[in-house]
């Protein structure tokens, strides 16, 4: 029995370090991620500068192949299909989606490609269940937004992509510490109480605008909404039904859905929309696999 004990104590101690390290780290702007998120950092800073031109973006775009065809895909998307033709080339389609899609698809990319890495692989499938997930979450946090509001579809799209990234970045840290993994219960207690915390951090370090901050982490702690307000809102409205239509289920989530759902004002014409536009919310999941 005392070896029981001694040993939870030990467990207890070495998840409370590694937690420890990581908010040091973030602390002092490291963030700790794959390469593939040099992209999206890159993206981020040729965006940020007012003598961007449409060369220099696309030279980074292309150097990324995967990136390069979600770009070309996303334009020819049903949500961007009314502003003409189909396009071929990467140039056509950053003009025709805008800077901030190109940003949130670099992000998709990134994420995509964490679960691809070796040292992931005994966290690949909860990864992928994070990151369909996330992904459906965006897709209707996008459609929500152009039905019922007056929001930006292209803001919402974002911060439903990344709404988890508490959970791949504490996953990522946590493939160096092979002796963690076989604690399930200390992985979950993790994931429920620190990835808000973490992913905020990490947002911060990667200059995620502050509005977007913000509403991830008033999402976090919401439990009814009167509407499609904002970007808070129309996370945990999307996310809401995320949990009830599956199949895409946050493999985390702590509550019911069916009980934030009964707090959710007008719920039933959200659900319609949804239903309305499956051919749409298909699209743009497919163009940020």
Request: contains cysteine; aromatic residues 6%; charged residues 25%.
């Amino acid at each position: 029995m005392s070896n029981d004990v001694g040993d939870k104590a030990n467990r207890a101690e070495a998840w409370s370090e590694f937690v420890r390290q990581i908010a040091i780290d973030l602390s002092r702007g490291k963030v700790v991620f794959p390469t593939s998120f040099d992209t999206t950092i890159r993206l981020r800073e040729v965006l940020r500068s007012e003598r961007t031109g449409a060369i220099e973006l696309v030279r980074i775009i292309a150097a990324d192949p995967l990136l390069s065809t979600r770009v070309v895909q996303a334009a020819n998307s049903v949500a961007y299909a009314r502003l003409g033709p189909r396009v071929s080339d990467i140039k056509s389609a950053v003009i025709r989606i805008g800077s901030n899609q190109v940003k949130t698809l670099a992000t998709a990319v990134a994420m995509a490609q964490l679960v691809t890495y070796r040292r992931m692989l005994p966290f690949r499938t909860i990864c992928h269940k994070v990151i369909e997930h996330s992904r459906q979450v965006a897709a209707y946090a996008f459609t929500l937004v152009r039905a019922h509001s007056r929001l930006d579809g292209d803001k919402a799209l974002f911060a439903g992509l990344i709404h988890d990234m508490g959970t791949l970045y504490l996953l990522f840290r946590l493939s160096e510490r092979p002796d963690l993994f076989g604690d399930a219960a200390g992985l979950r207690n993790l994931l429920i109480t620190w990835r808000g915390q973490i992913g905020h951090s990490v947002m911060a370090a990667l200059d995620v605008t502050p509005e977007i901050q913000e509403a991830i982490v008033a999402f976090d702690d919401m439990s009814e909404s009167s509407g499609i307000e904002s970007l808070a809102d129309t996370l945990f409205i999307a996310d809401t039904l995320v949990e009830l239509d599956g199949p895409n289920v946050e493999p985390v989530r702590a509550g019911d859905p069916k009980l934030r759902a009964a707090k959710i004002e007008g719920i039933e014409g959200f659900q319609q929309t949804i239903a309305e536009h499956t051919g749409e919310i298909r699209d743009l999941m497919r163009a940020v696999g």
